[in-house]
């Protein structure tokens, strides 16, 4: 009984009630051996006690279980499994041991034997993707139809896109252009374009010998209308396929001409080879009212007589040889040649430089943006080197130069002696919105109350072994898209590793590095992903890294480097006619590109 106990005190209340009587039991058996049946009342409740005892041997068996369930088990250890790399492919030649050790190298060789387009983003307009029907293409994928082509410029909208080939003639595609036929189409033919810009409605296309071409974007308008006439050498002239207008600055010196576009969705800058600068109006649906002609009191209302899209010469500006000329949506920069910069337009959000005034919402002059005041104090002398504009923003890179020091002067860079001006510092400044992080630096801002350092662009510097000296990494250029940004580094790179018989088989090219930031709604960054970037950032091969797999390099990150200027045979292995090319990067409206410059 003792033993039957703890047994009995894990069993609930409710069968212990039922429990048998062993001693009782006992008894009463022997009273019934020792009597004859008919001599003893017959005993009734057997069942019951059988019943009874089944429970509570139940009872004890599931008592144990539970104990026994609560014992924790110890864990198992299972054994490690040791991966070890996939042997890569042998080379066969120096040539193949380069491709096997870097992705740079590949790259670089690829977009010599491989030339073309690789487009990304909005696709709702197929401009990304002629070819299909998808609203976006997430990263960077080749438009079939220009493939193994160069091209002059490239300008890229959401609803359509536009091209000039190696020849100078001029290719247009999306629904923008035609929602028949959206695939690529030559269109305007034997101008000799190199360089393009696109308003809201209209194609701006500069000719090599100046002369500056306006026409609408959709086909039908441009098939309709008044045709002019087209000059040829012969004496007789036949009139042109589609319909276009020029413009033509007055007053134009002897052997002067235009040399430079620039433009935003309804104005357009020209620059000439003098450094002056006229503006024209650019859309056929609304005429410029922010400013950004650069003209006082110039409207729609006051226009002089004659053609609405006629180019006038910005009187401001007379006197000041400009170098370069940029513009965003709805404001004007330009540069002259001793790095002074002049803003006017739209400064409803701080693109111009300065604070914003609600009274003051733009400024329909060129003023000067003083930049010796971002560096008082850093005894530096600042000088602006180039200018990019873009949506709501604008972009400035600056050489500052350290300034001699006197004997005993408190700059933390002073000595005893005077000191020479050492090593010049790159910074890149930003201004306007930077709501979608297009400003690249760091913050999310909807206005800007004056230009910002981009520090992840600002005070690079690499070793150069050519001239055994450590140099600034500046820009090479900034393309600047409606929302979203990139930037092309001027740092030191490599082309001629296969063409130098002294080269070892560990000797590869290398291109420039580029990098991406701001909007990336219709993923226009390349990344693969929708988030907004705030900062600079690369992206990975443009071929999603497939030869790198080739290469057994399968699942590691490379960055993608862009092939600088050089002349090369094209084709694979290098068989194909030798030329001078190199690949830029474009960001439009929503949309990012890379292509095979000529």
């Not at 007789?236 to 319909?243: F, R, T, V």
């Not at 001409?257 to 006229?278: D, P, Y």
């Not at 650019?282 to 006629?310: A, E, H, M, N």
């Amino acid at each position: 009984m003792a033993a039957y106990r703890p047994l009995l005190r894990q069993t609930p209340l409710a069968w212990r009630s039922i429990r048998p009587r062993p001693v009782r039991v006992a008894v009463q058996w022997s009273r019934q051996i020792g009597s004859s049946p008919q001599s003893q009342p017959k005993r009734r409740g057997g069942f019951g006690r059988f019943a009874g005892g089944v429970l509570v041997a139940l009872a004890a068996g599931g008592a144990v279980f539970a104990y026994s369930a609560t014992k924790t088990r110890p864990p198992t250890i299972q054994e490690a499994e040791i991966e070890y790399e996939k042997p890569r492919p042998l080379p066969e030649t120096k040539e193949d041991s380069r491709d096997l050790i870097s992705s740079q190298h590949l790259q670089v060789k690829q977009s010599w034997e491989h030339p073309g387009v690789y487009c990304w983003g909005a696709n709702s307009g197929r401009v990304a993707a002629p070819d299909s029907t998808e609203s976006v293409v997430k990263t960077p994928r080749r438009i079939a139809y220009f493939d193994g082509q160069l091209l002059r410029d490239i300008k890229l909208d959401q609803t359509f896109g536009a091209a000039i080939t190696e020849t100078g003639d001029l290719v247009q595609w999306g629904t923008g252009f035609s929602h028949e036929n959206p695939t690529p189409t030559p269109t305007l033919r034997g101008k000799n374009l190199v360089r393009l810009e696109v308003s809201k409605d209209r194609i701006i296309a500069l000719a090599k010998d100046g002369s500056v071409y306006s026409l609408p974007v959709a086909q039908a308008d441009q098939q309709g209308g008044a045709k002019p006439a087209s000059s040829s050498l012969s004496f007789w002239s036949a009139p042109a396929s589609i319909n276009y207008r020029q413009l033509k600055p007055r007053g134009l010196g002897w052997g002067e001409s235009v040399t430079s576009i620039a433009g935003g969705l309804e104005h357009v800058l020209l620059l000439t080879s003098r450094g002056r600068v006229f503006a024209a109006a650019s859309s056929s649906s609304d005429f410029p009212s922010k400013g950004q002609l650069g003209i006082p009191g110039l409207t729609w209302d006051v226009r002089p007589q004659g053609p609405y899209d006629q180019p006038y010469e910005i009187p401001q500006l007379k006197g000041f040889k400009i170098s370069q000329i940029a513009a965003g949506d709805y404001h004007s920069i330009a540069l002259e040649q001793d790095g002074r910069v002049f803003v006017f337009g739209d400064n409803s959000s701080g693109q111009l430089g300065f604070e914003v005034e609600k009274v003051i919402p733009y400024v329909d002059g060129p003023i000067p943006l003083p930049f010796s005041k971002m560096y008082r104090g850093t005894h530096e002398k600042p000088r602006v080197t180039s200018i990019a504009a873009g949506g709501l923003n604008s972009f400035f890179t600056v050489d500052a130069v350290p300034l001699p020091t006197s004997p005993g002067s408190d700059h933390p860079h002073s000595s005893n002696s005077i000191q020479v001006p050492g090593r010049v510092t790159s910074d890149v400044w930003a201004c306007g919105s930077g709501i979608w992080g297009s400003l690249g630096n760091g913050r999310w801002t909807h206005v800007s109350l004056g230009p910002s350092r981009i520090k992840s662009l600002s005070g690079l510097s690499e070793y150069d072994e050519t001239h055994n000296a450590i140099v600034p990494i500046r820009m090479a250029y900034l393309s600047i898209g409606s929302t979203h940004a990139a930037a092309v580094m001027d740092n030191v790179t490599r082309v001629d590793a296969s063409s130098l018989q002294s080269s070892s088989d560990q000797d590869t090219n290398w291109g420039a590095d580029v990098l991406f930031w701001g909007g990336n709604e219709y993923y226009q960054l390349g990344t693969g992903k929708r988030n907004n970037l705030a900062s600079p950032t690369y992206i990975g091969p443009l071929d999603g890294g497939k030869r790198d797999a080739e290469m057994g390099r399968g699942g590691e990150v490379h960055r993608f480097q862009i092939a600088p200027r050089t002349m090369v045979r094209l084709g694979e292995g290098g068989m194909g006619r030798r030329v001078s090319v190199e690949q830029r990067v474009e960001c439009g409206r929503m949309v990012s590109a890379v292509y095979s410059k000529a």
